[in-house]
């Protein structure tokens, strides 16, 4: 990412300066002047050089158009200001954007203006620029300001979804006035897209947030009972013969690191590496962008949370890297969300994963990830509303001991195209993405050579645009050795062995192909309810996990959700929101897996304190899990209910309260669980805020799967017991920032979890309607084994941006891990001080990057 400013920013606040005559001179000749109206305003051409101060004394801005039809949307929508008027002028010259906000407040020693990083949302007043450039209501920039300062900048597409990683150069400053609050804007052409044209129209919002109320004002009026973001901005007009020139942004780093090594003898001793690389980011057209790194390094990332995963699926970790997160929306290509994740046809992190031979030729030395060479993908969008995504990764061979290899060399392709119609309110679209791998003697046996998917997409708005009909179709196809196939056909993802199925496994097949598709129809806006219904198909075959992500094949589903949104406030609430979802899920061959249903409500009070709760019933009808039992036959599984219920504080207080707790009542198998989850927000000072959380569940699971044991005559047992669990985890940050340019950052999270297994059966009737009648005692009744597995993972970042764009890393990270020790008993102060007694992998890393622009 580019973490640049193309000017320093500069920020006045009331202490140093007040500057209320010029505002009042330029207020009392607003009424001279021509206004905006309520959707539609007119950008000037600059009458000179405009000095970016936080002030509008120059001559642009006694000539500009004034936009003041600001409207309240949230709490109440269409309400009137309430003494938060506000003010904004837009003008150009041939190379900036520049737009001129002045916030009225009756109280601006009230504003709150907490010091933080870039992209850090704290509880400020804020104001944020949106702009359309293409005007294609779909794809957007935002450039938000708050009175200290602070900048964040989002890229948004698809009508609403949100990139925080986009990162531009523009500056902003910003003035507190005895009436008022300012901030001026300097937006480069250079960074925004759009169609070369004589003339142009942007779309463009303007939204503010008053801190101390939680209100939002916005020109032009925003109404959250309509469905989209974009698509509900005003037009600017009068943006004439403006400049696009070729951008070509340089980045070189350098870095250094000293790590631990594991050494001959079971010791450990230090190593030092350094590397060089460089981004690139390059302007092929005006709406066409070359995003290049080159032997990129994320030292500075945050580690993942610690995870137990005992289920048959894979577990899914969100994007961290910057590289890969900046202007990620365009390469979605979305098969299963939950809860607002999604995965699908491209999963960016398949790009330098953890060498997938590592276990098989472990050692103690092999590397941890796969190192990328370089990776370059373009990306923009045509006049005719075509959006472009294309991106190429190389990675390396990675090797263990002996010179084998535990990751092949490999190159990942991405495309996607999108073509919007119908001013956005329709369109359709195709993803490719392939993977090719450089095999050996080594992994040919175990890794897919090749593996390519295709998709198409589309999606209709009808109805006053409220309504919405979307589908997709994809299908896959996989080539290697007949052992990698089979081996293929054998995974969690498949299971084309399992007794009674008919999958047609085929041990000496060297393809596999597949597909998967879904229809759905929602209604997103219009009235105090939404709803989304649809169908959803998955063959046995399909499969996409060399670059893609997906947890199981072989799955068919009907789903459905139901809204009532209240959104006017009433006398004990600003807004609430209740949900009903249903969802019905078989295997291709018409085995019922899943038939559930759930019930949850959302709340936010008068007094900003939030509530939640929910209720689910799962497994009704007893259905069947063809995965448990890990290529075994399927099992019925007994009908549970689970719930939580939770609580937020008032997120304007320096200490924000929340608690949220969890449970599932005991089915018919003895299985519960109650778990418990408080964390706490802490702003000491503008320049300092903490978050502390803790996680505590406690679990038993009589039929968690144990093990498949082949005896001698060739039988396999597939083996459960019952798992008594707990699982404990501790997660704090600190944030400490100097200046807008200058912060540390310190993320810190022990984790243990233990479980003690007992009373192991085998299968014995798995569709027995009676629970006790699917299994049957197995072994010889001796103590079975548990775990005991602790983890710590910390970072410490100092993050200073010495020059605009450049940037000085100094991270530390540790890691702690331990298991085996005390399995199966749970003792917390026992457990931590054992964790902490174990010996720690210290990594130190500095990072210096340079950026300039050509």
């Known amino acids: ?157 698809n009508d609403g979804n ?144 610690s995870v137990l995963n005992l289920t048959a699926f894979e577990q899914f970790y969100s994007e961290r890297r910057p590289f890969f997160l900046e202007g990620q929306g365009i390469f979605r290509y979305d098969l299963n969300c939950n809860d607002g994740s999604c995965s699908g046809l491209f999963y960016s992190r398949r790009i330098g994963r953890s060498p997938q031979l590592g276990g098989t030729y472990y050692d103690a030395s092999n590397p941890l990830n796969t190192t990328i060479l370089g990776a370059a993908k373009v990306t923009g969008r045509l006049a005719n509303g075509l959006s472009i995504g294309v991106m190429d990764a190389l990675t390396q061979r990675e090797v263990g001991t002996g010179g084998r290899t535990i990751e092949p060399a490999a190159n990942y392709g991405v495309l996607r195209l999108q073509q919007d119609v119908r001013k956005g309110n329709s369109g359709f679209g195709l993803m490719l993405t392939s993977t090719d791998r450089q095999l050996d003697e080594w992994s040919r046996a175990y890794l897919r050579s090749g593996a390519r998917a295709l998709g198409v997409d589309f999606r209709h708005k009808f109805w006053k645009n409220n309504y919405e009909v979307s589908g997709y179709l994809a299908g896959s196809r996989v080539n290697g050795s007949a052992s990698s196939i089979e081996a293929l056909q054998r995974n969690g993802v498949h299971n084309f062995q399992r007794p009674g199925s008919d999958l047609g496994y085929d041990p000496s097949a060297t393809s596999m192909s597949g597909a998967t598709m879904q229809l759905s129809l929602g209604k997103q806006g219009g009235g105090k309810t939404r709803f989304q219904t649809g169908y959803q198909r998955t063959t046995p075959g399909f499969e996409i996990n060399d670059l893609g992500f997906l947890s199981r094949a072989d799955y068919q589903s009907v789903f459905g959700w139901f809204q009532l949104s209240y959104q006017k406030p009433t006398t004990w609430y600003r807004r609430a929101f209740v949900n009903f979802n249903q969802w019905l899920g078989w295997n291709t061959a018409g085995q019922l897996l899943d038939r559930g249903g759930n019930i949850n409500a959302h709340t936010e009070f008068t007094n900003q304190w939030w509530g939640h709760i929910g209720f689910n019933l799962n497994s009704i009808g007893d259905p069947y899990d063809d995965r448990v039992s890990r290529g075994g036959p399927s099992v019925r599984q007994a009908f549970n209910r689970s719930g939580w219920l939770g609580i937020e504080g008032d997120r304007r207080w320096k200490v924000q309260p929340m608690f949220f707790t969890r449970g599932q009542f005991k089915d018919a198998s003895g299985s519960w669980m109650v778990g418990v989850d408080p964390e706490v927000a802490i702003r000491v000072a503008s320049r300092l805020q903490a978050r502390v959380g803790m996680s505590f569940s406690r679990s038993v699971n009589d039929a968690q799967w144990y093990g498949n044991v082949k005896d001698g005559a060739g039988v396999t047992h597939f083996t459960f017991a019952r798992l008594d669990q707990h699982v404990a985890s501790l997660t704090s940050r600190l944030d400490i920032t100097a200046t807008r340019t200058l912060s540390l950052q310190l993320y810190a999270s022990p984790f243990v979890a233990t479980g003690s297994y007992s009373n192991l059966r085998e299968l014995d009737d798995p569709r027995d309607k009676r629970y006790a009648g699917r299994y049957k005692a197995y072994g010889s009744g001796a103590p079975l084994s548990g775990f005991n597995f602790k983890e710590f993972r910390s970072n410490t970042v100092v993050r200073w941006e010495y020059r605009p764009g450049s940037t000085l890393f100094f991270v530390w990270s540790q890691g702690r891990q331990q298991d085996g020790m005390n399995p199966g008993s749970f003792e917390a102060s026992r457990d931590l001080r054992d964790l902490f007694r174990t010996r720690p992998d210290n990594t130190l890393l500095i990072k210096a990057s340079y950026w300039f622009a050509l």
């Not at 929508?77 to 837009?90: L, Q, S, Y």
């Not at 944020?128 to 602070?150: C, E, K, Q, W």
Request: glycine share 6%; proline share 5%; charged share 25%.
């Open 1 to 157: 990412m580019f973490h640049s400013l193309l000017l320093a920013t500069q920020v006045v606040v009331a202490s140093q300066t007040i500057t209320a005559a010029p505002a009042t001179a330029v207020s009392a000749d607003n009424a001279r002047k021509p206004k905006a109206s309520a959707t539609v305003a007119e950008a000037s051409r600059a009458a000179g050089a405009v000095v970016v101060d936080g002030r509008d004394d120059d001559a642009t801005w006694r000539d500009a158009q004034v936009i003041d039809a600001f409207r309240e949307f949230d709490p109440v929508e269409n309400g009137d200001p309430r003494g938060f008027r506000t003010e904004a002028r837009v003008a150009y010259d041939d190379r900036y954007m520049y737009v001129f906000v002045r916030a009225f407040d009756p109280r601006p020693d009230s504003l709150l203006a907490l010091l933080s990083r870039r992209d850090v949302r704290t509880q400020s007043d804020w104001v944020h620029l949106m702009i359309d450039s293409y005007h294609d209501r779909r794809t957007g920039y935002r450039f938000t300001v708050n009175p200290a300062g602070v900048q964040r900048d989002v890229y948004m597409s």
């Open 162 to 305: 949100e990139d925080v990683s986009w990162d531009a150069v523009w500056s902003v400053a910003t003035q507190v006035e005895k009436d008022a609050w300012t901030a001026e804007y300097r937006i480069p052409f250079s960074q925004l897209r759009f169609a070369a044209a004589e003339a142009h129209t942007f779309g463009l919002a303007i939204w503010r947030d008053v801190g101390r109320t939680n209100a939002r004002l916005s020109w032009p009026l925003y109404r959250r009972n309509q469905p989209g973001m974009v698509s509900q901005f005003g037009e600017l007009r009068g943006l004439d013969r403006i400049s696009t020139p070729r951008r070509l942004e340089v980045t070189p780093y350098s870095l250094a690191k000293d790590l631990s090594h594991p050494e001959p003898g079971g010791t450990f001793g230090r190593q030092q590496a350094g590397t060089l690389g460089a981004d690139i980011k390059y302007g092929l057209t005006s709406n066409l962008t070359v995003d290049a790194t080159i032997n990129p390094d994320f030292g500075q990332v945050e580690a993942d949370p």
